[in-house]
């Protein structure tokens, strides 16, 4: 095994274990009972579109509408589908910032920084960025990290992902807590043929 997938495969398992060892909150899942939030995600969501509008005022979106197609087309193959008319809509969202970044918000919109996609050499690290964003909304993690939905801790989770922009990515990554979408991933990349 090269030394990257056993890296690879090291990170999965830590994710997987960290996953495992946090509160329980049930997933948004597709094709089940139509997902409908609670009042207190409901009100995480409002907040976290609050500090979303303010952060669209302070970085630089890179518009590119080749390049915003693409990624809709690659991110829709790592949805679990439709999840209800209540449920989150990924909207991707690409900033004009040299760090190796990417964060999900509660209520869907992931942003991608420029410096991280000019490193992708390929569709598949893309979908593999995408599909640990997309879980992130999808689990729920914002309602784990706080045990339940504590508000406060989760708003405040927000604003240091939100204030991390610009600041070395070996910071980012001590400040955020990891999760791997290896289950997305695994429904979407074929093994190659032989």
């Given amino acids: 095994m090269s030394r990257s997938a056993a890296s690879l495969v090291g990170a999965l398992l830590v994710g997987l274990i960290a996953v495992s060892c946090t509160a329980r909150v049930p997933p948004i899942d597709a094709g089940r009972t139509p997902f409908t939030p609670s009042p207190e995600e409901r009100r995480l ?3 976290a579109e609050r500090e979303e509008e303010s952060l669209l005022t302070r970085v630089t979106i ?15 193959k790592l949805t679990p589908g439709d999840v209800g008319p209540d449920g989150p ?3 991707l969202v690409v900033l004009r910032d040299p760090t190796l970044a990417a964060f999900a918000m509660p209520e869907g919109r992931v942003f991608l ?8 050499e390929n569709e ?5 960025i995408l599909g640990h964003e997309v879980t992130h909304v999808y689990e ?17 989770k927000l604003r240091d992902t939100v204030t991390s922009l610009g600041t070395p990515p070996s910071a980012i990554v001590d400040r955020r807590d990891q ?6 991933l695994s429904r979407t990349v074929q093994a190659p043929a032989r």
């Fill in 45 to 47: 969501w409002s907040e």
């Fill in 62 to 76: 890179y518009e590119d509408p080749r390049l915003d197609e693409y990624l809709g087309r690659v991110a829709a």
């Fill in 89 to 91: 809509v990924i909207k």
């Fill in 113 to 120: 920084h420029t410096g991280l996609l000019s490193r992708l």
């Fill in 124 to 128: 598949a690290q893309l979908a593999t």
């Fill in 140 to 156: 729920r993690h914002y309602l784990v990290f706080s045990g339940g939905g504590d508000s406060a801790k989760i708003l405040n």
């Fill in 179 to 184: 999760f791997v979408g290896a289950a997305v």
